[in-house]
């Protein structure tokens, strides 16, 4: 039997290595010898031949690796060329492929790397090689990749989300004066993280929460008379912004800062609270701060949703069963059959359903202000954030696996 | 027998509601009939006449309490004047505790805190007031409070600092390119709890931390230099940065924004690690990035040292019992009698060594670099981050305690 190597790609997860060690464990479980290869730094690692042997892994390696967070593999932001243009990576992966006899390639990642997943299976079955089949488990803190319900990582990020506008809630509370806390949440095109800070809201109905998703353009004057109409019943607003906003201002449109731009072009937003807290400041004399989640709501090990883990590591699992079954360019999915009592399915879709592709939120699921969510929404997410976990610790402090 | 009120004060902690919940516990354990009153917004909350009654609480409630972050009753940056030039407050205070039949006051809070149970102590006792006796009980993620090992809410705060230290240990090794990640942390005056990211470099040990506190001065030649070293072994580097550092800059020092001051005279200081970014990303062409741990580090709840929690909640019952046996103008106090086995003694401080007062981190505790700690400031950390405990959840948020 040959053997598999397994990479991971795209930005971090809390919940990517658990898809990894169920990728590892569904292999090692088949119990035939064939070896397990992880590389490096994504697809790159297989150009540059930084290969591991990940065989060897125990039982307890495992589950401190599925509560690792990040990608215990590494990453990269690697795009293949089109091979009609440029044939060199493909060769050289088939190449490396056949050095370390690989018959299954599991890549797990968001929608770049299923577009990755989509030009390698195109390219094998073009061109006669049918005993390698690759196949793509998703991942993707910002919930938009189409085909699937929902991705894992995202529901250990919302997790975090409510989890700390939560706590917020309590601490934007604490004097007796007007306070103004403008949450800034990850989310390129999509709000799905952001919608999250609702969950907190269900608890603390006390505070209100003003929650601007990816997909609403905000004019600053909306903004003000939401908050002046929030600030009626509460000194204290919380303000759940996704990264991703389009702020119209009366000197144009703000869209973060918009100052780099990653490997595949996506612009690095960052600043659309800073613009707000700044017009509450300067211009209305509110007392305002601004908190950026930032990498800490994609790396929140101790904050795990055991729903989100569990998934991610059946779905890794899946993965495999699907190359087992001579699947090839597919991505292991779950489809949802009911929000309570929660119940999934788990089946495959089509990579070309998947790659490139956005999910956004549905407008019907934003309230009509445009400043909140719907009640489908928040049953949505409900069951996605359910149950706690965390990472292992010693003496106190997180304890990681690193490969 | 005579009613009691408590009151918390100065910035949110994790563990400030345990310390509450240890007083009001302790109280209905006496079970004579005298009420716990509290007052909201700390002191305020007695000159404005803005009292609830907690003797109702539940064990279930208690419970709830202990693991709800911030200040439950609400907090107050207010200074109590001094009486010789002016006795109003003082006055209100004595003819609120009289309308209330109030003999105990006990005061949660840092080292302004203590300062007003001084004023307050010496003003009954100057003026004849002998049945009325006020007590502090310690609270500041700081830990610059003098008198004491170490002060509740520090605990959770450094567990909460190593844990995210932890994890962007994981993040920022996830590309196979050059990163820094430069976390801005908490402390005016003391590195204390900056100090707490070397628990995370000990489980860590593949990437470099550079940990400066608010102790140090740091050039900008010295920080380049430092960081290239450490780049020598590793392509990522975690800066943990106290927002107190000094940074000596060609064109002066600066020493965060400086541009907020609060009503005790404290300026409020954000925006070092801004500028560091800023100095590796256009002077040195470094990939770098900046994140302030911010409120976030002050009321992490689901991510509480049980050591610091059930620490938290003995101080405050201790504070009660000192004005049971009489005395007045002292803080309840711990005593570090040995790192390991970690044990601790209580017993009692006079207000006057504590009011007004800091604690930074001594010179011998910081390495000979400048730029990490020493062995004895690890033996110090090490048992009080220990033992995890949450907030309570509700379908996996987080459920407070409101009062």
Known sequence: MKNLIVAQSGGPTAAINAT???VIKEWLGKNDGAKVYGSRFGVEGILNENIVDLTGLSEDDLDKLMRTPASALGSCRYKLSDPKEDETDFKRVVEVFRKYDIGHFVYIGGNDSMDT?????EYFSENGITDIVVNGAPKTIDNDLCGIDHCPGFGSAAKYIATVCSELAREVKVYDKENILIVEIMGRHAGWLTAAAALAAEN??????LIYLSEVKLSVNKFVADLKEAMKNSKNVIVALSEGVMIETESGIHHGSEDEVDAF????MAGNGRILEKILKDELKYKARYIELSLLQRCASHCLSETDIIEAVELGRLAVR???EGESGR???LTRVSDEPYRVEYSSVDIKEVANLEKK???TWINEAKNGVTEEMLRYLKPLVKGEMSCRHK????EFFVI
Request: proline residues 10%; charged residues 20%; positive net charge.
């Open 395 to 398: 003496d106190g402090v997180p």
């Open 265 to 268: 072009g996506h612009k690095q």
């Open 322 to 324: 699907l190359g087992l």
């Open 20 to 22: 990894l060690a169920g």
């Open 331 to 333: 991505m292991a999915r």
């Open 117 to 121: 997943v989509h030009r390698l299976s």
């Open 361 to 363: 939120v549905p407008s």
């Open 204 to 209: 603390n109905k006390e505070v209100p929460y």
